[in-house]
């Protein structure tokens, strides 16, 4: 897939220590660049919004995203981090939370790199259970997932455009995209 903007390009994606877990550094680039391409399709405007009062607004969910990964990569995966207090931009704004966004994450990548296998295997606290780091990491992913696509329906719901995550929207596509909505296209191969 191609996107409009990619905040972190192959070229800052370090290699791994452990080339097995090199998927492990270049997923989370990717995540990186799929959130900020959700979030920069908000306005300022729409920081405050929210479904429903029973829902968070944007500018919670982001600042959700910031404070928990952090917490993710220091208490759980023992990444060196910046204190939480240091975390949340001054003056919120669309392009401060995605500069957060990326510039926490570059320092990460390099962090992830140097992980070995044994690293990635070792049992780690996982608040009241313990599970492998490559776990803890997995989890992570999930939980940004989640976020990112609760903002996605956030956008169709101000009826903004969806850009693509991991395939075609109603709004971006391309040739060759598939989106697999007929049973032929899921027998292929």
Do not use: C
Request: glycine share 4%.
């Amino acid at each position: 897939m191609r996107y409009e903007r990619v905040e972190i390009d192959e070229g800052g994606i370090p290699r791994a220590a452990s080339q097995a877990f090199q998927h492990v550094v270049d997923t989370y680039a990717g995540e990186t660049n799929k959130t900020a391409s959700v979030w920069r399709m908000f306005r300022d405007e729409d920081l405050d919004w929210r479904p429903s009062q029973k829902s968070s607004t944007v500018s919670e969910i982001l600042k959700h995203q910031l404070l928990s990964e952090r917490r993710f990569f220091s208490e759980f995966l023992g990444s060196p981090e910046p204190p939480a207090a240091e975390l949340l931009p001054v003056t919120p704004s669309i392009d401060a939370f995605v500069h957060q966004l990326v510039e926490l994450a570059r320092p990460r990548l390099g962090w992830l790199s140097e992980r070995t296998e044994a690293d990635w295997l070792q049992p780690v606290q996982f608040f009241d259970v313990r599970r492998d780091r490559i776990w803890v990491f997995w989890r992570r992913v999930l939980h940004s997932a989640h976020h990112r696509t609760q903002l996605t329906v956030y956008l169709r719901l101000l009826d903004k455009p969806v850009p693509a995550t991991y395939g075609p929207t109603a709004d971006v596509t391309w040739d060759g995209a598939d989106p697999t909505l007929t049973v032929e296209s899921a027998e292929r191969g």
